[in-house]
């Protein structure tokens, strides 16, 4: 890329105020626009990006099929979209110039929740409009802005709007049907204009609204299902659930809390020093930890161990703990687990942690007494992992009864909160009680855990500094503070103590968890990310409900899956890295929701199949999608096969993809044959190109399913990912504004200038970003390129121009046009 745009540079006059010209006026923007639609037209009137596979007896050249994830359509596609696109685009047209025939299809997502989510929240807001007979537009004006934004609610209509949809069409999309036929023919469109390379006829969307595409993902899931190894299969799997109602709390069932799914936490066992704080020796100084020393709560705790129990999101820091955090107002109670352990945490936790069997039968608790927060302080603990032989536990400000347990470990290390109050507490020791001892010795000397690029080794002392931050009171710093630590370490970290040193943290967390939960020294807990009510007002919980899950993860089917990412293309060493980590701990994946858009399960059809799981194998739909469905998304029109959708059983399907056995069907032979003979051409898929993103979920299920329906022949070839598209150098985000649509970039720029700094913006999977004044230049540099070639063809027309033998000056150019070239193969093939 950086060569064809260094030759343009290097032959262009482009000024400033050239630019400044071309922003006022738009009439070279509109001259190329114009010739932009003349080719696209001529495209489409010659069919030349559709693609059949060779007849029988014709000539078959080499093939390329290259695809991108369908995208989700609640919305319309941003320059992001078009950036990993321009990828996949240049990649197909390389191919073509090869003489190779080049399959590039194009579908529509619509699977999941957010869609019927969002239409029924229309829905509920024109309800009220109609009982306040309030013009919907007006409710804001009515409510005020600002009660909405306290109340964290955005309506509906408001994002309708700013999605460009007029007023009077809104209603219209409380059917959540209206999405499918708006968001998916108008991003075709879009796309079209985009001057993208698709062959169209194949294109669809899914659901079982797609009676066509239904019956493939019916296939797929009965042919994961109905084997000897089945791949999906039913267990308990974590979900939000009303004790009240006693079943689990789908979205639609919810009065609040909609979209809020489950949070998985470890729990660390600190375990109380209950010796020491009988002891004469402790308690001399200083009485502490009363309420849990007194004969009847003695008597209760029956010479059970006692435990306070952290909610931890990072278990791999645990090497760093220095002492734990009680919140001083908290009332905790004290549960039995068993025989031989209490637990201290609040109540609220106490009930998640019952409806996941942690105390036995579901649901059932035994408290034994009760605590306030206070009264912990100076309680000394044994804690898991921990350099130190004991700890404390100190007062916190900032600790949430209605998080976690209520109990937080602190690691000072990588903790902003914990680095601030320990340096809060070693300041004024005098506050509750808190004695020198119980934090002075650790308040700086505690162990480094984990290393990141731009954070050093103690990076909570690193943000602290950076955000400056001067106390606990600073809390919007911190948590910022928080989120960048916490960024910073995920993606960049390394452990550089214990067991696991030398270890990614996104290898090491997952490890150091397992090991801390098979020692007993911690458990797996759950609850909601947020407050679910349930409509009946009950507060959700999370308990283990049996649901179907793909079985990922499971040795035999993850060793097919390494062999297939080993004979991969994945353009970049990064990438493969990626996909490795990921086929470590990825690990079964519920698939079956009851809420929202999809296929429905075809042996249990209470339940839909999930969004990321009907979009595993599709590429190998597209290659049959245009003899299926006659060229609407749809599939309300049969194609070019005649086949109705009623038609393609699971025995048509194994036919036409896998050469199964011949099917008892009324569809003729000839059309079966050259269904397989697109299949069998086209695949396997040569490229999927996307943001690397998608490598730990759907890219590796992609790789993992191919692994489990097709032979190795048609296992995918390769994956190329990119990196996010900056927009001038700024992150895109809708609420800063700095977002910009296909449409909008294809209003400012036209396709071929947008392309063009597209091209520009980076090739890695590190961050590329979209100059808006790369994009401006290509519009005059083109402009001035079109004014040459009129000129030329005009001078070819009388006669003007020179002929004969070549000059040296015409060799030297020739001889640069083959080093570009070569330079572009070498691009595409070799592996850098
Ligand atoms: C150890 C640790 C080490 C933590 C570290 C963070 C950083 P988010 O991401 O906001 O959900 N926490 C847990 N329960 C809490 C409560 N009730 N009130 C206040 N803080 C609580 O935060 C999760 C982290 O917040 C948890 O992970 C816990 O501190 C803390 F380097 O545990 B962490």
């Not at 895109?732 to 970039?745: H, L, P, Q, R």
């Not at 090739?763 to 994009?775: P, Y």
């Not at 046009?817 to 193969?825: E, V």
Request: aromatic residues 10%.
């Amino acid at each position: 890329m950086s060569t064809i745009h260094s030759e343009v540079t290097a032959t262009s006059t482009t000024t400033q105020s050239d630019v400044a010209e071309s922003r006022k006026g738009t009439q070279k923007l509109e001259a190329l626009q114009k010739e932009e639609k003349w080719a696209q037209q001529k495209w489409e009137d010659e069919k030349i990006f559709e693609v059949d596979a060779p007849a029988p007896g014709e000539p078959s050249p080499p093939k390329f099929m290259g695809t991108f994830p369908f995208p989700y359509m609640n919305g319309l596609l941003h320059l992001g979209h078009s950036f990993s696109l321009t990828k996949l685009d240049f990649a197909c047209g390389y191919e073509r110039l090869q003489g190779k025939r080049v399959l590039l299809p194009f579908g529509f997502h619509v699977t999941g929740m957010p869609i019927k989510a969002c239409a029924d929240k229309l829905k509920k807001e024109i309800d009220k409009k109609n009982e306040e007979s309030v013009d919907p537009t007006k409710i804001v004006k009515k409510h005020g802005k600002a009660a909405a934004k306290k109340t964290n609610l955005t309506y509906q209509f408001q994002i309708m709007r700013s999605m460009g949809i007029p007023n009077e069409e809104i209603k219209l999309f409380a059917d959540a049907k209206h999405w499918l036929y708006y968001f998916p023919p108008g991003t075709k469109e879009d796309l079209k204009d985009f001057g993208l390379s698709v062959d169209w006829r194949r294109s669809f969307f899914t659901t079982d609204v797609n009676p066509y595409f239904d019956s493939f993902v019916r296939w797929q899931f009965n042919t994961l299902h109905k084997r000897a190894d089945p791949k999906v299969k039913y267990g308990e799997r974590y979900t939000i659930y009303s004790p009240l109602d006693g079943q689990p709390c789908m979205d639609h069932d919810r009065a609040s809390g909609e979209g809020v799914g489950v949070q998985e936490y470890t729990g660390i066992k600190l375990q109380v020093l209950m010796d020491e704080l009988t002891g004469a020796e402790h308690v001399k100084d200083v009485p502490v930890g009363q309420a849990l020393t007194t004969p009847e709560f003695q008597k209760a705790l029956a010479g059970r161990n006692l435990y306070l129990v952290a909610g931890t999101l990072r278990p791999e820091t645990m090497y760093g703990q220095t002492n734990c955090f009680a919140g001083v107002d908290i009332a905790y109670g004290i549960y039995a687990v068993n025989d031989k352990e209490a637990w201290v945490c609040t109540p609220r936790s106490a009930r998640n942690m019952a409806f996941q069997k942690l105390f036995g039968e579901p649901g059932s608790m035994k408290k034994l007494g009760e605590v306030k927060g206070i009264d912990l302080v100076g309680v000394p603990l044994k804690a898991p992992l921990a350099k130190y032989e004991r700890v404390y536990t100190l007062p916190m400000e900032g600790v949430l009864a209605n998080k976690g347990t209520g109990v937080v470990t602190s690691v000072p290390c990588d903790s902003p909160d914990d680095y601030i109050t320990l340096q809060d507490l070693k300041k004024k020791a005098a506050y509750y009680n808190v004695q020198p001892k119980w934090v002075e010795p650790f308040a700086d000397s505690f162990p480094s855990i984990i290393r990141t690029p731009n954070y050093g080794d103690r990076a909570a002392e690193t943000a602290v500094k950076k955000f400056k931050i001067n106390s606990q009171k600073d809390k919007l710093q911190l948590s910022e503070a928080k989120a960048e630590v916490y960024k910073e370490g995920f993606y960049q970290g390394t452990v550089i103590i214990g067991n696991h040193a030398g270890k990614t943290v996104q290898e090491a967390k997952p490890l150091i968890r397992d090991e801390l939960i098979a020692q007993g020294l911690a458990f797996p807990y759950c609850e909601p990310e947020g407050m679910v009510m349930s409509r009946s007002g009950d507060e959700c919980v999370v308990t283990l409900a049996p649901q179907w899950y793909i079985d990922y993860g499971e040795e035999g089917w993850k060793k097919l899956a390494t062999l297939c990412l080993a004979d991969m293309e994945t353009y970049s060493a990064e990438t493969r890295h990626q996909f490795e980590r990921t086929l470590d701990w990825l690990n079964q994946w519920a698939c079956s929701r009851s809420f929202g858009l999809g296929t429905r399960l075809p042996w249990d059809p209470k339940y839909l199949i999930e969004s990321l799981s009907d979009s595993t194998i599709y590429m190998a739909y597209y290659t049959v999608a245009h003899m299926l469905q006659g060229g609407v998304l749809d599939g309300s029109k049969q194609g070019s096969g005649n086949i109705g959708a009623e038609q393609m059983t699971d025995e048509v399907w194994n036919d036409v993809l896998l050469n199964g056995p011949v099917p008892e069907t009324a569809i003729p032979k000839a059309t079966l044959e050259k269904m397989r003979r697109e299949f069998e051409y086209f695949y396997p898929l040569d490229v999927r190109v996307s943001g690397k993103d998608l490598v730990q979920n759907h890219l590796t299920f992609f790789i993992y399913n191919h692994t489990a329906i097709f032979p190795q022949s048609k296992w995918p070839k390769g994956v190329r990912v990119n990196g996010h598209l900056l927009l001038n150098g700024e992150k895109m985000s809708k609420s800063t504004g700095n977002f910009m649509t296909i449409k909008d970039a294809l209003k400012v720029f036209g396709a071929d200038a947008t392309r063009f700094a597209l091209a520009d913006a980076g090739d890695g999977v590190e961050d590329a970003n979209f100059v808006e004044k790369t994009a401006d230049d290509a519009i005059l540099k083109l402009y001035t390129e079109r004014e040459w070639i009129e000129e030329n063809l005009a001078a070819i027309k009388e006669g003007k121009l020179r002929t004969g033998a070549y000059t040296w000056n015409d060799r030297v150019f020739a001889a640069e046009l083959d080093k570009m070239i070569a330079d572009t193969d070498a691009a595409y093939y070799v592996v850098p």
